[in-house]
C-alpha cells in the first residue's frame, strides 16, 4: 500500500511541477500579489502575531514581497531552516530581513539557526504551507522529502495555509495516514475553506 501511495505521489509530483514550471514569470508574480491580497483578508491572518512563511523556491508561489510586508507590519515572520539535511527536522527560525536568508539548504533559502531566533510550534499563529498540488480536501503533495508533513504534526488544521496558483488544485489527492491537510487554501482566483468531516 504504501508502495502504491508513493507511486501515486510521484505521478502527481511530476505532472503538476511540469505544470508549474511552464508559468510565465511576470504572471507568477501577478498572480502571487493577488494570492496576498486575498490572505490580507483572512481574519486568521488579521488576528496573527506570529506567521510562518516558506521562502520561494523555483516556480513556486513568491513569498518574498508577503514577507517584507508582514514585517512591516510589525508581525513576527518565521521561516523553515534546516540543520541537518536528510535528518527529516526542519525547525522555524525568526526573519527580520529577507538579506538574513543567506544560506542555502537543497537550494532553497534560509537564515543560520540560533537557538535564540527559534520559534516553538504553539508561538506561531499561522503556517503558510507550500505544495506542488492540493485536493479539495486540503491534502497535498510536497516535494517528497516529508519536512512539512513532520513539521504540521500538531499544528490545528485551521493555523495551516497553504499557497498555490489556482491550476494546482485537483479533486483527489493520494493520502495516507500520516498525510496532514491545511484549513484554507488561498490561490489567485479564491479562498477555499476545507470543511471538516
Do not use: C, H
Not at 505532472?15 to 490580507?40: H, Q, T, V
Amino acid at each position: 500500500m504504501k508502495d502504491y501511495l508513493e507511486s501515486e505521489k510521484r505521478k502527481v509530483r511530476y505532472e503538476f511541477l511540469n505544470l508549474r514550471n511552464r508559468i510565465d514569470p511576470i504572471l507568477a508574480s501577478a498572480y502571487s500579489g493577488m494570492i496576498f491580497a486575498k490572505i490580507k483578508k483572512l481574519p486568521v491572518y488579521e488576528k496573527a502575531k506570529t506567521v510562518m512563511f516558506y521562502l520561494s523556491y523555483g516556480s513556486e508561489v513568491m513569498t518574498d514581497a508577503m514577507i517584507s510586508s508582514s514585517i512591516e507590519e510589525d508581525k513576527t515572520v518565521a521561516v523553515p531552516a534546516i540543520q541537518t539535511p536528510g535528518d527529516g527536522k526542519m525547525f522555524a527560525v525568526k526573519l527580520l530581513r529577507l538579506e538574513d536568508a543567506y544560506q542555502s539548504v537543497y537550494g532553497i533559502r534560509q537564515p543560520e539557526i540560533n537557538r535564540e531566533d527559534m520559534l516553538e510550534k504553539g508561538e506561531i499563529d499561522l503556517v503558510f504551507v507550500p505544495g506542488i498540488a492540493f485536493d479539495y480536501e486540503g491534502f497535498r503533495v510536497g516535494y517528497g522529502k516529508g519536512y512539512f508533513d513532520r513539521w504540521l504534526e500538531g499544528i490545528p488544521p485551521e493555523k495551516a495555509v497553504g499557497i498555490a496558483y489556482d491550476f494546482q488544485l485537483t479533486d483527489k489527492m493520494p493520502a495516507g495516514k500520516y498525510d496532514l491537510p491545511v484549513g484554507v487554501i488561498v490561490t489567485e482566483k479564491r479562498i477555499i475553506q476545507i470543511k471538516k468531516n
